[in-house]
């Protein structure tokens, strides 16, 4: 019964989103702070330190961390407005079970536990323990994403467990463990401080990473040159030394063709690619044919940008690449990730001071989660779930027989269309909002219709929340404690700032008070997260991502500590490959040919214009948090249709008209943005809305072969002037989807 | 931070607001924002520039205010104007060579920054300057500035015939003495540049 | 504005002779005031002469403050344009309607403050109106304007007259007496709720506490309070405690009310007679926005009223600001986010310069 119980705009008026504008007792109040609790930001993998003002177990305000050294005080908006999410009145303070026609009600914590096992036994019995999924998130704790997977395996026994860094991080992570054999950034990010070139590929690192900028501005204060490839002339692009407009989809064509111009023109350590690599003769064979006039063409960029490239690329004696999801988000995201390090193991700068690359993590804990078993092929530690050594040493840890681990389950976007399908027909999830992040929402939004019981953990009611028969009250961030792990693989500490609001449990408990009542009690018998880590530590023991030599009080005396951590004694691995020691059996980096081939839906003369999405600076992820928070909603509103000058003259649009942008999927209506920062063959639309704003709507639900990983970046639309819409959708607030 | 100066550079700007955002959490102005953040022509590109108040040896805002309302302190901040004074007439807004004060509607007075005297008075950084994320806002010692800018700071403008010095500094190429504007530009009038730098259609024009 | 040959804004002529002129000239007239009001120095109280000179001495420092301040450009251009403006025969019975309305709201009300902060209101309405009050009673009853006398026929009613003229009587045992004779204790202790709700305003709030000097913040504060409690104590000792002290106590008080009256016309105080000079910007502003509007030569948005403009840049001239651009431009023609959007460019294009020399 995963319809919506009601109106939206019902749901809407009770339950938000509304906009939180003035800490607890007002600005004009004078603020004697009880505490100062020095914690991180949960939005984005970078995981600035912050600190949170505390006034009667409520958070009143922010401080600037100048301390922590990752970001020195420095923050983006969102940083800084977090902790308007606290005392919001959009906050869940009690369970709710849905009532048909009403929307939801207020049940008490007793009932709505025992209707989610009673409704768990009731679909496993009958359709099979596979048929009740669970949906996590990479915004969690390491405790937190590590119960969820034990909890998956050991309480439900479900293999379909998947998190939502499958549309995130996947592709980086299968491109980094096929070609240097671990899963993590190679370096520590002072490291890009002393790279003499940086390229940055497909990362809007002024909206998406913005603490990022300061270390590539210290870079160039240096000397440093910059290169940037966006379809879009980012902030950071704007006065970067190269900036290549490349086709959504094309970046192959500038990595290979780099590689050419630097093969031939002898810009490659060949003892270091003998030494420490194999496979490299395959990839210059794969390159020749990329000359810079062949590569320029799948680029879509004159090839003099891609020698050029070459050239400040080349030659460089320190370098450092990042990347991010403008490279990732294709249904060749992998092959265009082992692209950008094929140049970088070809220049043999990596592994040392200011040499080495960096993949970008979206999501708070987008390196973490992944690490500790959300996602459906793997175990904590980083361990393979079809390994029998990796399978024996976990269900060990577990005190589980081995046999009764299941085995891989479905990725998050098979798992939905397994939903659609009615082969998985119960969910639980937590830290997802797949209604507004999942490609093809429209698709997915029939998916969760068909749902026989779907419960949810939030602390607010999501976009996707308001399709579950019982929502948990969850807690934020700050009202819990742990670690998570931030885009350099350091693993840092976060400190309780308040306890939840009456009515709302810390999820942890949530989640262990489920596995108690499916008969699970004591695999799930913790007193708190601390507990959870040290068997966190011991269940990644011997793994890639080794945390056994870490407690709390040595993360947060060492400001962190990145993995792998083997030993008590061990001071942590901020830089990897050092001394060309990579992580495959044969110690050494793997070089894999790979050629270009179209996106899945190229633009043809129905749909003749390329879509691109991404993020503005204003907001996270599906935007359940930052819609609510007033100051951040003042800056982005709305989404937008971005679309170069000759683009607009020709479809006779121009600036801030409403805009009906289509694909073969869906539509959506948004204003239009006439600017000739953008190729004028794509046009960007940002994703952190719901319903008839979202870009979702309209994107592709093809997938990378390898990491499943969605393919956001690239699909097929048309574009045409259209009226102000005035449907019940529009008229909402634009926070909640509406259009002004 | 001892001796710390505040130094601007106008061209890192990333257009994030942080500063914004920040400076409205500063006790001097509880809730509203003091910082100007400036889309310089979105059409054209995605440059923007904070600016803050740029706190001016003899301010001309305190010149032209009738009310004797805006004052400096010892150490050169030039504060918001005080509020039993400001008779919210509007001379500094409209006299300020770098467009700073701000004239709030809802309390008939101005409001400007102040370089978070709550805290740059007892050796914090101001708040936009603390959470700047690109450079385009510090606050350092001028040594500091020295070792890690590959430009100069220099505290010198001139508009139209007024020369104006400036406790805040400015980052500029190295030989550049003073920031000097003669004309206004409508857009880049400089010849060595190209027309429309950040016209991503042109630059495709060969492609 | 080049016909424009005389500047009202420039004042010709020594500052110190004018401002001088001006102090003698108010204190004269208070003198003048002092005489006639209290009928030759018939009704004059000769206990209360302190008092009086204090006042003569702040009379000239305010009439000297007063007109150095006029002086100055700015405010001279507004002094006269609110003037001009005010007495425009189209618009007089106008302007008298929105005068009373601002009196009402700025001035009684005070509604503007209350805008910045309640507590600051609290805190200011009744130092305000409790200085007022005080002030309205104290002045003339130390220039002899104003006595009261016991009637011939019967003890128990009092009569009141002001410049020697009965206005009113009331029986000695009334709620009218009693309010009259203690509106100075009402008054004290309005001010000192004002007292202690400001300083305890500036006591707790962050900001307030960071741009607060003492001189200027909290001095007017100390003073009003020891005017107050000094006065009080005067009334306690003669209503509770036999006249203990009284001697002491009252010249206690006087020095509190000389060192403030002093103190007048150069500290926060002065902004008490600053205040109401400046209803003119109201007016001003008003004719303004009604007026032509000056458009920016940047970006062409309208910002301000040309009036305005063409104002600042007499303001400018008489205080030697130059900011005549090249090609016949001026500075003051482009609007202030033209301004910081032009500033940034050039910075900008400086670099861009340099980069593409590299």
């Known amino acids: 019964m995963a319809k919506l119980p009601t109106d939206i705009s019902d749901l809407v008026k009770q339950f938000g989103p509304s906009l939180h504008r003035v800490p607890p007792g007002g600005w004009a109040d004078t603020r004697e702070d009880d505490k100062l609790v020095k914690t991180h930001c949960c939005f984005c ?4 330190g912050i600190q949170l003002r505390v006034q009667n177990n409520k958070v009143v305000g922010f401080e600037p961390w100048e301390d922590w050294p990752f970001n020195r005080g420095k923050l983006c908006p969102k940083g800084i407005k977090r902790y308007m999410q606290d005392e919001h009145p959009d906050r869940l303070k009690s369970p709710l079970a849905r009532v048909e026609g009403k929307g939801f009600e207020p049940i008490g914590w007793d009932a709505a536990l025992d209707r989610v096992v009673s409704e768990i036994k009731r679909i496993q019995e009958r359709y099979g323990k596979d048929s009740f999924a669970f949906l996590t ?11 969820m997977g034990k909890f998956a395996r050991v309480a439900l026994q479900t293999a379909n467990i998947d998190y939502n860094g499958r549309l995130c991080m996947v592709s980086s992570a299968t491109a980094s463990k096929k070609v240097f054999g671990i899963d993590r950034s190679g370096n520590p990010w002072s490291d890009i401080v002393a790279a003499d070139v940086i390229l940055v590929a497909g990362a809007n690192i002024s909206e998406c990473a913005p603490i990022t900028t300061d270390y590539i501005w210290r870079a160039r204060d240096r000397g440093a040159k910059l290169i940037v490839t966006d379809p879009r002339m980012t902030p950071i692009a704007r006065n970067a030394d190269l900036y290549i407009p490349v086709r959504p989809g094309g970046d192959i064509g500038v990595f290979n063709g780099m590689l050419h111009v630097m093969i031939k023109r002898g810009w490659i350590d060949r003892e270091y690619i003998a030494q420490h690599t194999t496979g490299f003769e395959e990839v210059a064979r794969a390159v020749e044919k990329y000359t810079p006039e062949f590569a320029a063409k799948i680029a879509g960029v004159p090839s003099e940008m891609i020698i050029r490239a070459a050239e400040l690329f080349g030659p460089a004696k320190t370098s450092f690449v990042l990347h991010a999801k403008g490279i990732e988000h294709h249904s060749k995201g992998v092959e265009n990730c082992i692209a950008v390090m094929s140049l970088v193991l070809a220049s043999g700068r990596l592994g040392r001071e200011g040499c080495g690359y960096a993949m970008i993590t979206g999501q708070g804990n987008g390196q973490g989660a992944r690490e500790q078993g959300g996602k459906c092929d793997q175990l904590p530690g980083n361990r393979d779930i079809s390994n029998p050594e990796h399978r024996k040493y976990i269900a060990g840890v577990w005190g589980v027989p081995e046999e009764s681990l299941p085995q891989k389950g479905l990725s998050a976007i098979p798992l939905v269309e397994a939903i659609h399908e009615g082969r998985i027909k119960g969910l639980i999830s937590i830290c997802f909002n797949p209604v507004v992040s999942l490609p093809d929402a429209n698709f997915t939004r029939e998916a969760f219709d068909k749902l026989e019981f779907y419960t949810n953990i939030d602390f607010f009611l999501s976009e996707t929340s308001r399709y579950a028969d019982i929502v948990l009250a969850g807690s934020l961030m700050e009202e819990d404690e742990g670690t998570t792990t931030n885009t350099e693989g350091r693993v840092i500490r976060h400190r309780k700032v308040v306890s939840p609001p009456e009515g709302a449990w810390e999820d942890w408990k949530i989640i262990c008070e489920i596995a108690r009542r499916l008969g699970h009690g004591d695999k799930f018998n913790y007193s708190g997260p601390r507990e959870i880590f040290d068997e966190l530590r011991v269940a990644s023991k011997g793994g890639v991502s080794d945390y056994f030599g870490m407690t709390w009080d040595k993360i947060e005396k060492n400001n962190g500590i990145c993995w792998p951590c083997p030993t008590l004694d061990h001071p942590g691995t901020p830089r990897l490959y050092e001394g060309g020691k990579f992580g495959h059996p044969d110690g050494k980096a793997h070089f894999i040919p790979v050629e270009w081939r179209p996106s899945a839906e190229m633009p043809d003369a129905e749909y003749p214009i390329i879509l691109t999405t991404g993020r503005v600076v204003a907001h996270f992820l599906s935007g359940t948090q930052t819609r609510r928070i007033g100051a951040l909603m003042d800056q982005a509103p709305e989404p937008f249709c971005e679309l170069h000058p000759v683009l607009a003259e020709k479809l006779g649009i121009i600036d801030d008209d409403y805009v009906k942008v289509e694909s073969r999927r869906g539509s959506v209506v948004v204003h239009a943005r006439v600017v000739k ?4 063959d794509t046009v960007f639309i940002p994703y952190h809305w719901p319903l008839d704003r979202s870009a979702n709507n309209l994107t592709i639900r093809a997938l990378d072969p390898q990491s499943l990983i969605p393919e956001y970046k690239v699909c097929a639309v048309r574009v045409f002037k ?9 008229s909402l607030e634009v926070q909640a989807g509406g259009i002004r | 931070m001892k001796n710390a100066e505040f130094f601007i550079d106008y061209s890192r700007c990333i257009g994030c607001e942080a500063c914004v955002q920040a400076c409205g959490e500063c006790d001097t102005h509880r809730g509203v924002s003091m910082i100007h953040l400036e889309t310089i022509a979105r059409r054209e590109s995605v440059q923007t520039a904070p600016q803050i108040c740029m706190h001016c040896e003899d301010p001309i805002c305190a010149q032209v205010c009738p ?6 302190t010892p150490d050169g901040v030039v504060q918001s104007s005080l509020k039993p004074r400001c008779i919210g007439c509007s001379n500094c807004v409209m006299s300020c060579p770098f467009g700073v004060p701000k004239y709030q509607i809802d309390i008939d007075q101005m409001m400007k920054c102040d370089m978070c005297y709550d805290r740059s008075s007892v050796g914090k950084k101001p708040m936009c300057a603390t959470v700047c994320p690109s450079g385009a806002l510090t606050y350092t010692t001028m040594q500091d500035i020295q070792r890690t800018r590959r430009g100069i700071p220099i505290n010198e403008w001139k508009f139209g015939g007024e020369v104006v010095h400036t406790k805040v500094y400015v980052m500029v190429p190295p030989e550049v003495e003073r920031v000097d504007i003669n004309l206004v530009q409508i857009a880049n009038t400089d010849a060595a540049l190209p027309r429309d730098p950040y016209d991503v259609a042109l630059m495709l024009e060969n492609a | 504005m080049k016909k424009d040959i005389r500047n009202i ?55 000297y403050r007063f007109s150095m301040w006029l002086r100055r450009p700015p405010t001279r251009l507004y002094w006269f344009r609110g003037w001009e403006i005010f007495l425009q025969p189209h618009r007089f019975f106008g302007n008298l309607a929105h005068l009373f309305e601002i009196v009402w709201s700025n001035i009684v009300l005070q509604r503007f403050i209350g805008r910045r902060s309640r507590m600051r209101w609290t805190a200011h309405w009744f130092l305000a109106w409790g200085c007022l009050m005080a002030a309205a009673i104290t002045f003339p009853l130390s220039f002899g304007w104003l006595h009261f006398e016991t009637l011939r026929s019967s003890q128990q009613i009092y009569r009141a007259f002001l410049f020697g003229i009965p206005i009113v009587q009331f029986p000695v045992h009334s709620i009218v007496a009693e309010l009259m004779f203690n509106a100075l204790d009402i008054a004290a202790v309005m001010v000192l709720i004002g007292v202690f709700a400001a300083l305890w305003r500036r006591g707790r709030d962050h900001g307030a506490m960071a741009v607060q000097q003492f001189a200027d913040d909290l001095m007017p504060l100390i003073l009003l309070f020891a005017i107050s409690i000094t006065g009080l104590f005067l009334t306690a000792s003669t209503h509770l405690m036999q006249g203990l002290h009284y001697t002491f106590l009252s010249q206690l008080h006087a020095i509190t009310v000389i060192i403030t009256l002093l103190y007048l016309p150069f500290g926060k105080f002065f902004h008490i007679f600053q205040r109401p000079a400046q209803l003119g910007v109201d007016f001003y502003k008003r004719a303004g926005v009604e007026g032509e509007q000056a458009v920016c030569i940047r970006c062409g948005s309208m910002y301000g009223s040309r009036m305005h403009m063409d104002d600042l840049k007499r303001v400018q001239a008489a205080l030697n600001i130059n900011y005549q651009l090249a090609n016949d431009t001026h500075y003051q023609d482009v609007c202030p986010p033209c301004r910081r959007k032009n500033l940034a460019l050039i910075q900008d294009n400086m670099w861009k310069s340099t980069a593409s020399e590299s």
């Open chain 1, 137 to 147: 998130g990479a915004s969690l704790t390491n405790e937190k994403a590590y119960l």
């Open chain 2, 67 to 72: 009310a004797d309302a805006i004052k400096k």
């Open chain 1, 722 to 730: 259209t009226d102000a819409p005035d449907d019940a959708i529009a």
């Open chain 3, 9 to 63: 804004a420039r004042a010709s002529g020594s500052d110190t002779m004018h401002a001088t002129t001006w102090g003698l000239l108010a204190t004269a007239a208070l003198i003048g005031g002092i005489l006639v009001g209290s009928r030759g120095l018939r009704y004059f109280d000769p206990a209360l002469v302190s008092y009086a000179g204090a006042t003569l001495f702040a009379a000239f420092g305010l009439g």
């Open chain 1, 677 to 680: 920062t953008i190729r004028p």
């Open chain 1, 45 to 48: 993998g970078q995981q600035c």
